[in-house]
């Protein structure tokens, strides 16, 4: 038997048992019970703080606006931030209650926010 063969009868096998422990109960995926959507607020370069308490993020800034600085349940501070591009769609699989939002110095962005609420 070839390295490949047994690479994909134990694939296989493999599936056989995830699904048999996900019909049992023994092994869940957690689903999402809302949504939670933000069309095109306005963040200047004094920041923005969105109450979120969501799972996965799309964070989406307008084209015809500046880019954003975000950060995840702590403020953003001149060494800690990642940055949205305008037109870009920015997708951050994780969980966390609050979203900071800041533009550069001078300028605005419009950015609209959605994400998956865990809890119902």
């Known amino acids: 038997m070839s390295s490949t063969e047994v690479f994909s009868y134990l694939r296989k096998q493999l599936g056989i048992i995830t699904k048999r ?3 049992t109960g023994v092994l869940s995926i957690a689903t ?11 963040v200047s370069d004094k ?4 109450p979120i308490e969501g799972f996965v993020y799309g964070i ?5 606006y500046a880019p ?3 950060n995840l349940d702590r403020p953003i501070t001149p ?8 037109g870009v769609l ?4 994780r969980s966390a209650s609050t979203i900071y939002l800041q533009a550069p110095m ?10 998956l609420r865990m809890e119902a």
């Not at 920041?47 to 969105?50: H, K, P, S, V």
């Open 90 to 93: 920015k997708v951050i699989s």
């Open 47 to 50: 920041g923005l703080e969105l």
């Open 60 to 64: 989406k800034v307008n084209p015809n």
């Open 79 to 86: 060494t800690e931030y990642s940055v949205v591009y305008p």
């Open 32 to 42: 999402a019970k809302d949504h939670v959507f933000q069309p095109e607020v306005e």
């Open 21 to 23: 422990l996900e019909e």
């Open 106 to 115: 001078g300028q605005v962005s419009r950015v609209t926010v959605e994400a």
């Open 68 to 70: 954003v600085k975000l």
